[in-house]
């Protein structure tokens, strides 16, 4: 079952001016895409769900105190890393926008990689049992995959809550320039 997809769809019109023959004109359909509150609560409940899987496993992680603090060091690299991508994917979706300089994509992407490759090697490399760093391991692309799903959801977000406020000046120009007319 698909929770994501609520949309509204707005016509803008205004009253035609004095003197013309024609009853109404409007603008092009506005359609704005919401999330569901469902699917937002799932997405967010996911997050802290892998949060919570991810701290529990570190802090109860065996061994010395700082190969811990190096495990939630790249885990938290990560998670910034994931959040950086996402924007910088969104930033550049669209191929007539400017873009960022080939040099940020390097640092971005790499800085991904990277932190995702030490992480792995970090986790993989601990003299710890197998059952323990399959937990580890499953819990942290948990924390990576709902990173990617909560970042895209706060974005897709903004850029409804964008799209209500133009849509609003919009309505107020019309309404402003309707109510100029007829005085």
């Keep these: 079952m698909r929770l994501r997809g609520m949309a509204?769809?707005?016509?803008?019109?205004?009253?035609?001016?004095?003197?013309?023959?024609?009853m109404h004109t409007s603008a092009p359909l506005v359609r704005i895409q919401r999330d569901t509150r469902a699917w937002q609560f799932q997405t967010w409940a996911s997050f802290g769900i892998a949060v919570f899987l991810c701290a529990t496993g570190l802090a109860w992680l065996p061994g010395e105190n700082l190969e811990r603090a190096f495990m939630v060091m790249g885990y938290v690299f990560c998670l910034s890393a994931?959040?950086?991508?996402?924007?910088?994917?969104?930033?550049?979706?669209?191929?007539?926008?400017?873009?960022d300089t080939p040099m940020w994509k390097l640092v971005v992407w790499g800085g991904f990689v990277t932190a995702m490759g030490l992480t792995a090697w970090g986790l993989?490399?601990?003299?710890?049992?197998?059952?323990?760093?399959?937990?580890?391991?499953?819990?942290?692309?948990f924390l990576v995959s709902s990173a990617f799903t909560l970042a895209k959801m706060?974005?897709?977000?903004?850029?409804?809550?964008?799209?209500?406020?133009?849509?609003?000046?919009?309505?107020?120009?019309?309404?402003?320039?309707?109510?100029?007319?007829?005085?």
Excluded: C
């Design 82 to 99: 994931v959040f950086m991508l996402a924007k910088f994917v969104r930033d550049n979706q669209h191929p007539g926008a400017a873009g």
């Design 154 to 183: 706060l974005r897709d977000r903004h850029e409804a809550d964008l799209a209500d406020a133009r849509l609003a000046g919009r309505r107020e120009a019309l309404e402003a320039r309707d109510a100029a007319r007829g005085e």
């Design 8 to 22: 509204r769809t707005i016509r803008l019109t205004s009253t035609p001016p004095q003197g013309t023959k024609h």
């Design 124 to 141: 993989l490399r601990m003299p710890i049992n197998e059952a323990y760093k399959a937990y580890l391991g499953v819990s942290w692309l």
